[in-house]
């Protein structure tokens, strides 16, 4: 089936070290996107790939990186993991167009010590 | 002022009860609205699209209207399973690509 994967499900870092979560993605969508979802709150957009293109949200903090090196896989990396990065992190990928429903892999929960 | 607001909730209604959940956005300039579910600690999932003219899937109602910058989603019916988080979404910014998520209304809906 098609769909969007994450990898891994739950990780555990400690203050300052450097971790990255994976996704992988079987639908050939053009568009991927970064959300960081805390607990009872609602997801918040990071930022999107458009293709190759890479669109940072003006207030995503420097802390967070982001590649992708192919239409399939999209890296999200967090430099300088702090006490308050740790949340569910989800990533999802939709079709070219506004309108284009996304489709959300089963996150990452990260957990930092 | 949030971009993207919805009512607290939760709510609480018995099955076979009809529910509206209401979201209001700032940005005018907005191009795309959907409604998304999300189950308790899992990822969220496309309820249904938002179209001006108003969409209907089976239970569920969609409405938009541009004018007052408001949506709706209205559940006939209501089925334990629909027990869930419901998140409005609006798309905005350059290329509509700028996706904002409500806080989420939460219902329980009890036999």
């Known amino acids: 089936d098609a769909m969007v994967i994450q990898n891994p499900r739950y990780q555990v870092t400690q203050f300052g070290k450097p971790v990255t979560l994976s996704c992988s993605q079987t639908?050939?969508?053009?568009?991927m996107y970064w959300y960081q979802q805390k607990s009872s709150q609602a997801p918040k957009l990071l930022f999107h790939?458009?293709?190759?293109?890479?669109?940072n949200e003006a207030d995503t903090p420097d802390n967070f990186q982001s590649r992708r090196p192919n239409t399939s896989f999209c890296f999200l990396d967090i430099r300088s993991p702090g006490l308050g990065d740790a949340a569910m992190y989800l990533c999802a990928t939709s079709r070219a167009g506004t309108t284009s429903e996304q489709f959300f892999g089963p996150g990452t929960r990260l957990t930092v010590l | 002022r949030k971009e993207v607001e919805q009512d607290p909730g939760p709510f609480n209604v018995p099955e076979g009860a009809t529910v509206a959940f209401n979201c209001t956005y700032s940005n005018s300039a907005s191009q795309s609205f959907f409604w998304y579910r999300q189950d308790c600690r899992k990822e969220p999932k496309l309820l249904m699209s938002?179209?001006?003219s108003g969409n209907e899937d089976g239970r569920f109602t969609a409405q938009l209207n541009r004018a007052s910058q408001y949506i709706s989603l209205l559940i006939r019916d209501s089925k334990l399973s629909d027990s869930a988080t419901y998140l409005c979404?609006?798309?905005?910014?350059?290329?509509?690509?700028?996706?904002?998520f409500g806080a989420g209304t939460r219902l329980f809906v009890k036999a």
């Open positions: 639908l050939n969508h053009n568009v």
């Open positions: 938002v179209y001006s």
């Open positions: 979404v609006v798309n905005t910014g350059a290329g509509g690509f700028k996706t904002i």
């Open positions: 790939y458009y293709d190759k293109d890479f669109n």
